[in-house]
């Protein structure tokens, strides 16, 4: 009886400590709630003696899409001091709008939509599964011809051709409901849907795994991606945004997988911020160029929700007034930040951070931003960086800048989306929203922290009307130059935010308390 009870833990053992627990590569404060997600992954943590996560296994949290979730213990940073501006007759009704359309509340709405268009009857079948108007999908063994795509021999430069897949060249093993499948098309359009993708889905008569009907199988689980413009952080992170709000639906972060970029162009892809994939897969990005005139097959394929949907996040989102704080845009940002490891090596014990962005463009350019770092500069209170985001910078550089910032400074431009990135405690200052004041007000919004802008017009000159080759006049073809005393006066307002914020004397605290053991250890050494 030893003997077999020996035996018995030896097997169990071998097979807990089988599995790599830094694979997750999530940030300890998500591993709760990613446990009660996924409840098997939980017991094997309890069973597994070199599992890192043991304090994590009692906590009871959940994002707040979960079937098992409700309000009381579900995450949330949401706060909606403000006036719904006449959007919502009662208070209660403007939290729960907010958090339907900007935050997890989104995810459990697009789960509900989940629907089979294409059933499996045996479990070598196919599947294919998507929420209204194809808006996300996912499938399980999906076939795919792209024999007459014609990418790399064309000369078309669109980027989202809609004629790539024509009737049975898309299709899987399972018994299709042509009716639902044809009722979705309301929302085809690029950035929109995956209808045009797969209108043209079919019943086949053949199992798509069957190697003699596929040029390259992939076994490994594969997002298909549409992207928006990726020299434009603005526009890239409204696709990885999105992209990340996708995992959850499909209940995995893993980076063991496929990235197929559905781009139907052969030029090549310009992508400034391109290290930001590896948030995501361990592997290169397969351009759909290069499966130019194969026949594919995808064991587990998910087409993810896209970056211009309507009423989507962030691009097209009616943000509701008077609310700010999701928090799935904040874990977005922790999780980008854990997987590309930016740490926090703040806040300082006396000054303020404060990063002044610059442009070197044609417009937009502040006329007397020397002046304004000088008046920063002067008494020391503050620690001043002026930076210019551009190509030339790495991407992880910019990022630990925007992640290590209290108070970020710029102009109106695609370049303050680092915001996503500074601490909770921060503040943004567009010193100038160009006639466009909701973009990123709404952006600091969605992530939590205090945004400001010029409120002075008097104080503040244009140096023209502004000019466009063929547009109007317009605020965000000229450039500016702005009051020093009242640029001082919102820099001190915005101060006192950092100051006074809890997280901020949190970390200050932190901070404090590791220096009095940093020093109380080297004395004792000093002592021995």
Not at 8 to 27: G, S
Not at 288 to 305: E, S, T
Not at 308 to 335: A, D
Not at 418 to 443: K, M, R, S, T
Request: glycine fraction near 4%.
């Amino acid at each position: 009886m030893v003997r077999l009870g020996f035996i018995v833990m030896t097997v169990c053992i071998n097979i807990t400590i089988a599995y790599e627990w830094t694979w997750l590569k999530l940030p300890r404060k998500h591993i709760s709630y990613h446990f009660n997600t996924n409840p098997q992954l939980k017991t094997m943590c309890a069973e597994d003696i070199s599992c890192p996560y043991k304090d994590c296994i009692n906590e009871t949290k959940c994002w707040g899409y979960e079937p098992f979730c409700n309000s009381s213990i579900h995450i949330s940073h949401l706060n909606c001091p403000g006036d719904s501006e006449r959007w919502t007759k009662t208070k209660e009704e403007q939290f729960n709008k907010f958090w339907i359309t900007a935050d997890f509340g989104m995810i459990s709405e697009r789960l509900q939509e989940m629907t089979t268009l294409c059933k499996p009857v045996d479990e070598n079948d196919s599947s294919l599964q998507c929420v209204k108007y194809l808006r996300y999908c996912q499938a399980k063994n999906i076939y795919f011809n792209f024999s007459s795509a014609n990418i790399l021999s064309g000369n078309d430069r669109n980027r989202y051709r809609e004629d790539i897949i024509k009737p049975g060249q898309v299709g899987g093993h399972c018994q299709l409901d042509v009716n639902i499948l044809k009722s979705q098309g309301e929302h085809k359009s690029p950035l929109q849907s995956w209808y045009a993708e797969l209108e043209h889905y079919t019943s086949l008569e053949f199992y798509p795994l069957d190697s003699k009907h596929c040029d390259l199988i992939l076994d490994k689980p594969t997002y298909l991606i549409k992207l928006d413009a990726g020299v434009n952080m603005y526009h890239h992170f409204c696709d990885f945004i999105n992209l990340y709000a996708s995992q959850h639906l499909n209940n995995s972060f893993s980076t063991d997988v496929n990235i197929i970029m559905w781009d139907t162009s052969p030029m090549p892809y310009g992508d400034f911020f391109k290290i930001t994939w590896k948030a995501f897969t361990d592997h290169p990005i397969i351009a759909l160029k290069d499966l130019d005139g194969k026949n594919v097959c995808i064991k587990d394929a998910v087409f993810p929700l896209l970056a211009r949907m309507r009423f989507g996040l962030y691009y097209n989102m009616p943000l509701i007034p008077g609310c700010h704080g999701s928090s799935l845009v904040k874990t977005f940002s922790e999780h980008i930040l854990h997987r590309l490891n930016i740490l926090q090596t703040g806040p300082l014990r006396e000054q303020i951070r404060v990063t002044f962005l610059v442009r070197n463009t044609q417009y937009r350019n502040i006329l007397n931003q020397v002046e304004l770092w000088s008046a920063l500069k002067t008494g020391g209170e503050y620690e001043v960086t002026v930076v210019d985001f551009n190509r030339n910078m790495p991407f992880e550089e910019q990022l630990a800048i925007s992640h290590n910032t209290d108070i970020f400074i710029g102009i109106h431009g695609a370049g303050l989306t680092h915001l996503l990135f500074q601490p909770d405690w921060a503040v943004v200052i567009e010193i100038y929203n160009c006639e466009d004041p909701g973009c990123y007000y709404d952006l600091a919004r969605l992530r939590g922290i205090k945004y400001m802008t010029w409120e002075n017009k008097s104080k503040m000159t244009q140096e023209d009307e502004g000019h466009h080759p063929t547009l109007r006049a317009h605020a965000k073809f000229t450039n500016f130059a702005f009051d020093v005393n009242e640029f001082m006066r919102l820099i001190h307002i915005a101060t006192q935010h950092v100051r006074n914020h809890p997280a901020y004397l949190t970390a200050q605290k932190d901070i404090a308390d590791r220096t009095v053991k940093y020093n109380s250890r080297n004395i004792i050494k000093d002592e021995l």
